[in-house]
């Protein structure tokens, strides 16, 4: 289990070690990490948001967007309050960023087991830490990821991969599956609307894929931020040549929101361009989502359709359970 995921510094000062922020924590006026819900209280850190959700709901679990990991099948989500991100685009940022400590305790008090019996209840096969950053809720996550494990429920993180390698390296042995957000391939993006770096989360990307967690990457395509040409082809030879080719790379498209109300939503073309750059670096398996489009994925040696996705209507071909029922090549994934 997690070492205590913070530690004394100076007096009362105290340094978060949860995420890789690694926030400074004066006990001058009991202050607050980046995520807003991380405290200095007299020498002691302490979560506004133990035990607590904000956000729950049955979803189909290609909304993740998870495309190789249990297709067709409802996973139920939960989130909290709180985020250690500040993105510019964040379309979750009423429950992201609380605006004060007491708006930051919102939520419902639950226990690890409420959340296994509601999924169980709701037929579902995974339980997703999402809509906001599951790191910041760690401790629940973590109980109720031990839990379901014995349950035979998977668990699934969708994150910004900010983890700091000691939550990491206690966490994944007990995540089936994780999308990550890798926002940009520039650090200076990443440092101007994000609040963050872009290392620790190429550094993490590299370690997941190293687990027995099953990966899948998704990039917003921020039109005039992010969708520039030659940062693309860095990114995706970045995971095609370090992380693999079999890893899905979904590419989506963004729509105004929170600060970047001015900017137009990501074009076809742009969303376009992006799956020919990945596919020509190398990916297996590029999709374009966030707009109704259709996704196939095809065996990669023969070419035949394995599953059809229209929006979130998915059909799985009949006999493919995980090897191409034409060639007998085996589909990277966790299909049953």
């Not at 985020?83 to 708006?103: G, I, K, R």
């Not at 990821?145 to 994150?159: F, H, L, Q, R």
């Not at 860095?234 to 105004?256: C, D, K, R």
């Not at 035949?304 to 994934?333: A, M, S, W």
Request: hydrophobic share 35%; net charge neutral; aromatic share 8%.
């Amino acid at each position: 289990m997690l070492e205590k995921s913070w530690k004394k510094t100076k007096g009362k000062d105290i340094q978060c070690t949860l995420c890789s922020q690694f926030c400074e924590l004066s006990a001058v006026g009991n202050s607050l990490g980046k995520c807003g819900v991380r405290k200095n209280e007299d020498g002691f850190l302490v979560s506004l948001i133990e035990n607590k959700i904000v956000s729950y709901n049955v979803d189909p679990i290609e909304k993740k967007p998870l495309y190789h990991f249990l297709p067709n099948t409802p996973i139920f989500s939960v989130g909290s309050m709180g985020c250690n991100f500040d993105c510019a685009w964040c379309q979750n940022s009423s429950t992201a960023h609380p605006q004060n400590q007491e708006e930051a305790k919102q939520g419902s008090v639950v226990d690890a087991n409420t959340i296994i019996n509601t999924s169980i209840q709701n037929h579902c096969k995974s339980i997703a830490f999402t809509y906001n950053e599951p790191t910041i809720f760690f401790d629940l996550m973590l109980e109720c990821a031990v839990e379901a494990k014995e349950k035979d429920i998977k668990s699934v993180i969708v994150s910004n991969g900010y983890q700091s390698p000691q939550t990491l390296k206690t966490l994944l042995p007990f995540i089936d599956a994780a999308n990550i957000d890798l926002k940009s391939f520039d650090n200076k993006t990443y440092q101007k609307y994000c609040g963050a770096n872009l290392k620790p989360v190429l550094q993490n990307i590299k370690e997941i894929a190293k687990s027995n967690t099953w990966l899948e990457i998704t990039t917003l395509l921020i039109p005039s931020i992010n969708d520039n040409k030659n940062e693309l082809k860095q990114l995706a030879h970045f995971i095609a040549n370090e992380v693999g080719t079999h890893v899905p790379w979904h590419v989506s498209a963004f729509y105004p929101s929170r600060n970047m109300m001015h900017l137009p939503p990501t074009s076809k073309e742009s969303l376009q361009e992006a799956y020919e750059i990945g596919k020509t670096a190398g990916l297996e398996y590029v999709y374009v989502g966030n707009i109704q489009n259709k996704n196939e994925t095809q065996c990669p040696h023969c070419r035949h359709i394995l599953v059809t996705r229209n929006g979130y209507h998915t059909k799985i071909q009949d006999g493919f359970e995980g090897t191409c029922p034409n060639c007998e090549t085996k589909i990277p994934g966790v299909w049953v």
